[in-house]
């Protein structure tokens, strides 16, 4: 542990997420971005949780990560730049695997295994495939298993990357090429990721830069839609597939 930092780690605020069930991301990002130079934050969760850590690196904090016991870690940020997050940096990208969560419900280690392999999959330290080439690889394979919920996700995701209008084009060519035009018009047509793909390309159109149609399509395709969403939520009022209430 850095030697500049470790007898102040006592000090920092704690937020202890185990007990919590739903996004949590969101809130300690928040914190973090109100944290001053030179201080830090606690977050205490019962399993290790590695999707933080590259969130926070772009905002500019460390971290050490203790583990008290196989039900509970402690990771103690500190902030040593002050940095703002983007979208092209990808720690702020549209959407965090919020799914663990459901492991977490079924047992805290179970959880941790799959925190494990979701790090040996998207966060390699010597990845041969950049973060686009994979998103737009896993919507292609979430789409040919008629998985919309995660093949919007991941277009989202890749579109905040830098995915182009005319990349997407060719990408929805080859899922009527290779899934059939009949499965294209019934399943893909409706689906809530041919809806995020005709948005973006309308409002491109229309001259919105990237980041607002970005915010604009997370209002009615991000979390608060249930077809979005993969958390389990109740009694949900949302916008249908045409963007109406």
Aim: with cysteine; charged share 25%; glycine share 6%.
């Amino acid at each position: 542990m850095p030697a500049d930092w470790k007898e102040k780690k006592s000090h920092f605020p704690v937020i202890d997420v185990r007990d919590l069930t739903g996004n949590f991301l969101p809130m300690i990002l928040h914190k973090a971005q109100q944290v001053n130079l030179h201080s830090g934050i606690c977050v205490v969760q019962s399993f290790e949780p590695k999707p933080l850590y590259s969130a926070l690196v772009d905002l500019g904090f460390e971290h050490v990560t203790e583990k008290v016991s196989e039900r509970e870690y402690r990771v103690y940020f500190y902030r040593r730049e002050m940095k703002n997050i983007t979208y092209a940096s990808g720690a702020d990208m549209p959407f965090k695997p919020t799914a663990i969560v459901n492991y977490k419900v079924i047992d805290d280690i179970f959880a941790g295994t799959v925190v494990n392999f979701w790090e040996h999959i998207w966060e390699p330290e010597k990845a041969a495939l950049d973060l686009k080439t994979k998103l737009l690889l896993s919507l292609s394979n979430a789409i040919g298993a008629s998985r919309f919920r995660q093949a919007t996700r991941e277009l989202i995701k890749a579109y905040s990357l830098g995915v182009t209008v005319e990349e997407l084009d060719e990408l929805f060519m080859l899922f009527a090429w290779n899934q059939g035009i009949g499965h294209f018009s019934s399943e893909i047509g409706p689906s809530t990721t041919f809806g995020v793909y005709r948005q973006i390309k309308k409002r491109e159109k229309e001259g919105l830069d990237r980041r607002a149609i970005i915010d604009e399509i997370m209002k009615t395709f991000g979390d608060v839609n249930p077809e979005v969403n993969p958390l389990y939520r109740k009694q949900i009022k949302c916008c249908d597939r045409r963007g109406e209430y």
